[in-house]
């Protein structure tokens, strides 16, 4: 059991934000460009991966580094154009980001996007002022390491042991595992069965933050 709680570690797609379907789309659209087809299952199957990763695995290759290169940059300009009205917040998420402030408890982001995506969304759910760090996982090892999280408590200056991920995705519960970090998983990107390696494990956020912390342990401000 976690004894406190010194700092919460977010991941932000399928968990602050419901993005799922646009990544799966311009995904999609960028691989047919280029020549490729991408079956949904495989997507569903690697979400919440870095684009790194990700597309050797779409294309059943790894290419050479100019395509690579290519192919990302096209998908994330796609992703980019629905931003401002193709994602909405998961519902009741702010409510714990504002409770999580009201306690003194330090939050960063700590995505696998790239950081023009993060703070592009960010700004467009106002957003921002909850986070002191954004941590982008885009030019880190992709979860389930857990390089992401252990470089986002460092800069908070926290142990690991102390620190509360949230996630939504399977890599994401392996990498905060991975972390020594305890982790809270949300179900909008997977079923409860798959993301069992978490300490709890909810729907959304609109139960209360303080009640769902104390199933875990407790805090200290």
Request: hydrophobic content about 45%.
């Amino acid at each position: 059991m976690i004894n406190a709680v010194h700092a919460m570690l977010w991941d932000l797609d399928g968990t602050i934000v419901e993005t799922k379907t646009n990544h799966f789309l311009t995904w999609q659209r960028a691989m047919e460009k280029y020549g490729f087809h991408l079956e949904k299952s495989l997507y569903d199957a690697n979400f919440g991966r870095n684009n790194a990763t990700l597309l050797p695995i779409f294309l059943g290759f790894d290419p050479d580094p100019e395509l690579k290169e290519e192919i990302i940059q096209y998908k994330e300009a796609l992703f980019r154009e629905l931003i401002p009205d193709g994602i909405t917040l998961v519902p009741g998420v702010e409510s714990w980001l504002a409770a999580a402030s009201a306690m003194r408890i330090p939050q960063a982001i700590a995505s696998s996007g790239p950081i023009m995506n993060i703070y592009q969304m960010l700004s467009s759910t106002n957003l921002e002022r909850y986070f002191i760090e954004v941590v982008s996982g885009s030019e880190l090892p992709a979860k389930p390491d857990p390089d992401i999280f252990l470089q986002a408590a460092a800069r908070l200056d926290v142990l690991p042991g102390n620190c509360l991920v949230v996630e939504d995705s399977i890599a994401g519960v392996q990498a905060a595992h991975r972390a020594g970090m305890h982790c809270i998983a949300v179900t909008t990107s997977h079923t409860r069965d798959e993301l069992s390696l978490a300490d709890v494990i909810i729907d959304d956020f609109t139960a209360a933050f303080d009640q769902v912390l104390k199933t875990i342990g407790s805090v200290e401000s």
